[in-house]
């Protein structure tokens, strides 16, 4: 069960980890759910036609990255708004894999992955993968605050004026923000297809939106992320076993992980209130 819910957690992670470099930019990537897809989509489509395990993960890392880029295209350089731009995202995307699907494929089902191709990966690979993820966070957390680079991400976010008065392109910073935050959900998406070896429509089941809400319950560090995460990961294992064991209807199983964000946002929210209201008394 352990390893379940490590494995469970590799794509909310690999997706939350991207949106908190975003939202160090000041520009939270809330097309997230939609990466998710368009990664799973295009490796399950690569792996399909025959293609290696390495060309589908840098198939699907170039769909998040052409996603990045229309996204931010159309914040940053056009000004449309950041949420309805990325929330259009989420919606076209679906939609569009259904459409590659019916036109390639000849239906918009299930992509049913050879298990050959992903036998040896799913035994050896993917769990070192599992568990390198703790290790990978932390370097990441070294890279947005040790190193030029995050530096560059957080003024983006935090004072953008300080980047611009040394000549570096605030703009171009969360540009690069979006794109990286893009590729890296994209990727989560992949390991979703490696994980069931194939890709169904709607797999992604809200992934994108709770990697957003496990940014705010990680207290937008990497720590939290990893911690929360792996929570998140438990539930959705746990409902996912009792629904052949128990009698509760397989909705309110399917829906248990759901409900465990909403909680948790909650009383998220409000310790921080009691904590601010204690601080401003004192």
């Not at 992670?13 to 897809?37: D, F, P, R, W």
């Not at 089941?205 to 990497?222: E, H, M």
Request: charged residues 10%; glycine residues 12%.
């Amino acid at each position: 069960m352990i390893e379940a819910i490590a494995a469970s957690a590799v794509p909310l992670i690999l997706a939350a980890t991207g949106g908190l470099l975003s939202e160090q930019a000041g520009v939270l990537n809330i097309s997230l759910e939609g990466c998710i897809t368009s990664g799973a989509f295009t490796a399950a489509l690569v792996l399909n036609a025959g293609g290696s395990i390495p060309l589908a993960l840098a198939a699907s890392l170039v769909s998040g990255i052409l996603i990045g880029v229309l996204l931010s295209a159309a914040h940053i350089r056009m000004g449309a708004n950041l949420f309805i731009a990325g929330l259009g995202i989420n919606l076209l995307v679906p939609s569009l894999a259904g459409l590659v699907s019916a036109k390639v494929l000849g239906h918009k089902g299930t992509i049913r992955i050879p298990a050959a191709i992903l036998h040896g990966f799913n035994g050896i690979a993917l769990p070192i993968i599992t568990w390198l993820m703790i290790p990978l966070a932390g370097a990441a957390a070294l890279i947005i605050y040790r190193s030029s680079f995050g530096r560059r991400i957080r003024s983006a976010g935090s004072s953008p004026a300080f980047l611009e008065e040394r000549g570096i392109s605030s703009a171009g910073v969360r540009t690069w923000a979006l794109i990286i935050s893009s590729g890296m959900a994209a990727l989560s998406g992949a390991f979703l297809v490696f994980r069931i070896e194939a890709f169904v429509p709607g797999m992604s089941s809200g992934r994108g939106w709770i990697a957003l809400v496990i940014i705010w319950l990680g207290f937008r560090r990497y720590s939290g992320i990893l911690i929360a995460a792996y929570f998140f990961s438990m539930i959705e294992i746990i409902s996912g076993r009792a629904q052949g064991i128990s009698n509760i209807p397989s909705t309110l199983l399917l829906a248990l992980p759901y409900t465990a964000a909403l909680f948790a946002l909650t009383l998220t929210a409000v310790g921080r209130k009691m904590k601010m209201n204690t601080v401003f008394r004192t």
